[in-house]
């Protein structure tokens, strides 16, 4: 499903699939891809007056509604915390209100009711003799209990003591669970991940996101832009797309293999993993100008590296062809 959101005259398009990583050095060109989706499968209402946010949202060409999509939107711990925690629109209450649906849990709701229904009658009568009133009380109110209960971690710690990976691992799970009880349209927006995890981290989480875009109609939408956060193979390569001076779209991973084998400077096959491997280190300068670093500053980064204990080699003697297609 091809995404285009316009800014006047301009467009950034994106390739939406189960897992899509939004890379590249404009953070800015990324950010306004992200309020511009949020604004638009929301509430939010737009000037009478021209202006950039509206309907400037497009899936594959066309207008859609507004309610196409159900979003949920993360751009820090704070919002993963929201979605967690009793609130009106979180991911928590709305899992919660599931479960009380369940015919166990329905007979418990009537047994309290039937009980406070007794107290109530109880109190009711000493209540009667200061005149003409009485206490009453509605089965909502037992809800309202229930959402003025404490959510806790089962091992003693304050959610907010959590990693960030562990709150992001709950939350994923939150999603999961709420999707196997009210399966939706969801679109889960996660701006600038790499900012709060770890590469290793990432690569855990994009495992989780695959697992869950395979079974439910999910679609995550992650943005990074720091070196090494990015997944590449076969099922996540074509949805990658890489904002930066110029925006580029990666095919599919078949169609990157061919091209770089058929056009790498000298005879060399490079394997599917390898160019992986490869991809990943360089995706984030894609689209850049500048992104070749010289000699000189591979050695005074080395230097400066070395003095805090942080030792590296280039693995591979160049060969004269492919320093010759560099200097080209």
Avoid at 114 to 138: C, H, P
Avoid at 206 to 233: A, H, M, N, P
Avoid at 288 to 295: F, G, R, S
Wanted: net charge negative; glycine share 2%.
């Amino acid at each position: 499903m091809n995404v285009c959101v316009t800014e006047y005259e301009k467009k950034y398009m994106f390739e939406l699939v189960p897992v899509t990583q939004l890379c590249g050095q404009n953070v800015a060109k990324k950010t306004y891809i992200f309020e511009s989706i949020r604004r638009y499968f929301s509430t939010y209402k737009y000037r009478e007056e021209p202006n950039k946010w509206r309907d400037n949202v497009k899936l594959d060409n066309e207008t859609v509604g507004r309610k196409f999509f159900t979003v949920v939107s993360i751009r820090n711990i704070t919002d993963i915390l929201d979605m967690i925690k009793w609130s009106k629109q979180s991911l928590m209450t709305e899992y919660v209100k599931q479960i009380l649906q369940r015919n166990d849990l329905q007979s418990h709701l009537r047994i309290i009711d039937e009980e406070l229904e007794k107290m109530f009658q109880s109190m009711n009568v000493e209540i009667n003799r200061l005149g003409d009133v009485e206490l009453t009380y509605a089965m909502a109110d037992v809800w309202d209990m229930i959402q003025k209960t404490t959510l806790i971690a089962s091992d003693e710690i304050l959610l907010e003591d959590k990693t960030n990976y562990e709150l992001f691992l709950l939350f994923l799970n939150l999603i999961e669970k709420v999707m196997e009880v009210n399966p939706k349209k969801l679109l889960v927006l996660v701006e600038n991940i790499d900012h709060f995890i770890s590469r290793k981290e990432y690569e855990k989480i994009l495992e989780k996101l695959k697992q869950i875009g395979r079974k439910y109609t999910i679609y995550f939408v992650v943005s990074t832009s720091i070196d090494g956060y990015v997944g590449c193979d076969k099922e996540l390569c074509s949805g990658i797309t890489i904002f930066g001076e110029v925006d580029f779209q990666m095919p599919e991973l078949e169609k990157v293999s061919e091209f770089i084998n058929n056009t790498y400077p000298c005879n060399k096959i490079l394997s599917e993993k390898q160019i992986c491997a490869d991809l990943i280190k360089i995706m984030q300068k894609i689209g850049q100008k500048e992104y070749l670093y010289d000699v000189e500053q591979n050695v005074i980064c080395k230097l400066i590296n070395q003095t805090l204990m942080l030792r590296e080699k280039w693995e591979n003697t160049e060969k004269t062809p492919e320093i010759a297609f560099l200097k080209a």
